[in-house]
């Protein structure tokens, strides 16, 4: 229950950011709202850090598979993307589009097995799940 309700949570902040930054760049510009955004994340990172458990920096460079400290660096373009299809499509078509983009490759993912996830079976099922997603966007967009 927990899971679900965080992932609800998540969703929602994630729209609010969007509509919130895209905002922000409308009355300044794509990279000076970006950075922004950045840096807050690092300030509000840095002052928890400093409250919770304070727990090595140095754990960084112990990190098994490096590629996975391009979160960051990835984190910046889901900003940027965010903003930008946001300020073309609206809110509500966006977070459509990327959802289902997010639901495909975190099954795409799971299917092979990469970047350490467990291998599933595939599963018609979820691929009709999809299509149904799909046709959702397909209807909602439909003027």
């Known amino acids: 229950m927990m899971g679900i309700l965080t992932a609800l949570i998540s969703g929602a902040l994630m729209s609010i950011q969007g509509v919130f930054n895209t905002d922000v760049m409308k ?4 990279w000076v709202s970006t950075g922004w955004v950045q840096f807050t ?6 002052v928890a850090w400093l409250f919770t ?9 112990q990190v098994d598979h490096k590629y996975t ?3 960051g660096v990835i984190g910046a373009f889901i900003t940027i993307t965010v903003m930008k299809s946001m300020d ?11 959802v289902i983009s997010q639901l ?6 799971e299917l092979l097995g990469l970047f350490g996830v467990d291998k599933q079976p595939f599963e018609w099922r979820k691929v009709i799940g999809m299509i ?12």
């Open 88 to 98: 073309t499509l609206g809110p509500a078509k966006a977070v459509m589009l990327i």
């Open 69 to 71: 400290l391009l979160g």
């Open 53 to 61: 458990g304070r727990e090595s920096i140095g754990a960084l460079m």
């Open 41 to 46: 994340a690092f300030l509000v990172c840095v």
């Open 104 to 109: 495909t490759l975190a099954y795409v993912i």
């Open 132 to 143: 149904v997603a799909i046709a959702g966007v397909i209807i909602f967009k439909w003027e």
């Open 27 to 30: 009355q300044t510009s794509l």
